[in-house]
């Protein structure tokens, strides 16, 4: 041991940072084995990448639950002098003993299973999806789910279980707070999606399923993501399956995205969405890298920057206003009988569909609480994993008006529970009533958005959120967080306004 009891809070401080910038430095060698995996990797190349993680991931364990590690933080926690650090020392001390506890609070043998169920489960998941078979995934499900609640039982034992789950995404966040929320946001979305149905006006998007050729494609979505903000000496854009943003470094975020010829908004929201991650990820504070002041709050407070670019700015008219020109100049062929009315008009489609991530930005909630509502049943044991279909069919049918024809388009469609990502989805839907509240409070501050991104200016409100977002890092969690940047508690009631406004005229409600 190279440390005792009589040793100044300084020199233990500056030693429990040195360590988890050091599991910081580990993990993002991970991070950079799963960007190289889904942008680059030869087909090939998957079997010793697994091998690469799986050696990565046990030097990584070890970093995070050394026992030395937890005896530092003990003694900081303890240590009154410690407690008179920058808030940003205070923060550190007490959220590295948090993860910390919960990390260690986890048997290796559960560590391990769950490790294991993790991949075997998302094999079967591919192979009952492709086959739209719920028996194949149904066994593995059923494990996991019981791994998930005797990981709960472990990590936060006086939560219950659902919230102690959602908690490893959204610290803090509680199921009566969040239901509340979402049954109010539900009431107002769904006779919303029923008048855009049965409405006489009605949005197209054929303007949008015209030739857009890839490199041109390439070209702009590039250049938008730049004017937003994005900072290429400090990120890269790049091709993939499954859009994702990931950071390797405090100047390294990576974005992807995916190209359709035949359907322009697939990558110009694909890369505005993830752009939005990045600027988040991009203005986080820089020195503190791997420690909480240096990291997200929350996966909804990341959701709430990438949805407010893609949605609250890049479906906005004056966006297009600004951006039609660029854009028929890219496309000279597809958008020569276009304005930019035209263009904003065919991305305000509201069409209930059977799958989430295809979903447009009204119905997409309704999709996000299905999935909340029903893990939750599950996890509390008041719906056996036998019964899931069923329930999953009836509720949707309840929200949409119509029944998944298969299970492939209904309940097999998400990854999410086969890859052990159980209470994630409310992130979702919690993101985009941030996005909604923060967007309204940034207005209120730096006056009209539409007239500034009209002439392409977005320096105002990316400075805002870099004010009031981006620099409190991990130091509050989302709801305080979001309380302290907009002087009010958070609420549905800003994205129910913001969907009305924009869908319901342009439906001529
Ligand atoms: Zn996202």
Not at 39 to 46: E, Q, V
Not at 49 to 62: E, K, N, S
Not at 148 to 157: I, S, V
């Amino acid at each position: 041991m190279s440390h005792s009891d009589a040793q100044p809070p300084l020199d233990t401080f500056a030693a429990a940072v040195a360590q988890a910038r050091r599991s910081a430095v580990l993990g993002s060698i991970d991070a950079l084995l799963g960007w190289d995996e889904r942008t680059k990797m030869p087909p090939a190349g998957g079997s010793h990448r697994a091998d690469q993680a799986a050696a990565l991931a046990v030097v990584v364990h070890r970093e995070r639950t050394d026992p030395r590690q937890g005896e530092r933080l003990e003694r900081l926690l303890d240590d009154p002098r410690a407690r008179q650090g920058t808030p940003q020392e205070q923060a550190t001390i007490r959220l590295l003993h948090r993860d910390f506890v919960k990390q260690a609070r986890l048997p290796a043998r559960l560590v391990e299973e769950l490790a294991r169920t993790c991949v075997e489960a998302q094999q079967a998941w591919s192979r009952a999806r492709e086959e739209s078979s719920w028996p194949v995934l149904e066994p593995w499900l059923r494990r996991m789910f019981d791994l998930k609640r005797e990981q709960a039982a472990c990590q936060l034992p006086d939560l219950d279980r659902y919230d102690a789950l959602m908690d490893d995404y959204e610290p803090g966040a509680r199921w009566p707070a969040v239901a509340e929320r979402f049954a109010r946001l539900r009431a107002g979305i769904v006779p919303l999606v029923q008048a855009c149905a049965a409405a006489t006006r009605r949005p197209s998007d054929a303007l949008m399923r015209r030739q857009y050729p890839l490199a041109a494609q390439r070209r702009f979505c590039r250049d938008v993501a730049a004017r937003i903000g994005f900072d290429f000496d400090r990120g890269r854009l790049d091709t993939t399956d499954h859009p994702f943003c990931t950071t390797i470094g405090p100047d390294d975020c990576r974005i992807t995205t995916r190209w359709d010829e035949n359907f322009l908004p697939t990558a110009v929201y694909g890369v505005l969405h993830e752009a939005g991650h990045g600027l988040y990820e991009q203005g986080l504070p820089r020195d503190w890298f791997g420690l909480p002041p240096g990291e997200a709050a929350s996966l909804g407070v990341h959701e709430s920057q990438s949805r407010l670019w893609e949605n609250l700015v890049g479906r906005s008219r004056a966006f297009w206003d600004w951006c039609f020109p660029l854009a028929s100049a890219a496309f000279p062929g597809a958008l020569a009988d276009a304005d930019a009315a035209a263009v904003h008009a065919a991305l305000l489609v509201v069409e209930p569909s059977f799958i989430r991530v295809e979903a447009d930005e009204v119905t997409y909630n309704l999709h996000v609480m299905l999935r909340f509502d029903l893990e939750r049943a599950v996890v509390l044991g008041d719906l056996d994993i036998a019964d899931l279909p069923a329930a999953w069919n009836d509720r949707f049918e309840q929200d949409f008006g119509m029944r998944p024809p298969n299970d492939a388009v209904g309940v097999l469609q998400d990854i999410h529970w086969s890859a052990g990502l159980v209470g994630y989805f409310p992130t979702y839907t919690l993101g985009n009533i941030f996005s909604a509240q923060l967007m309204a409070a940034a207005e209120r501050d730096v006056g009209p958005l539409a007239p500034q991104f009209a002439t392409g200016t977005f320096e105002p409100l990316l400075g805002w959120m870099r004010r009031h977002v981006h620099a409190a890092g991990r130091m509050l969690e989302s709801d305080p967080l979001v309380e302290r940047a907009t002087g009010a508690p958070v609420s549905e009631a800003p994205l129910l306004a913001s969907l009305r406004a924009r869908y319901g005229v342009a439906h001529g409600l």
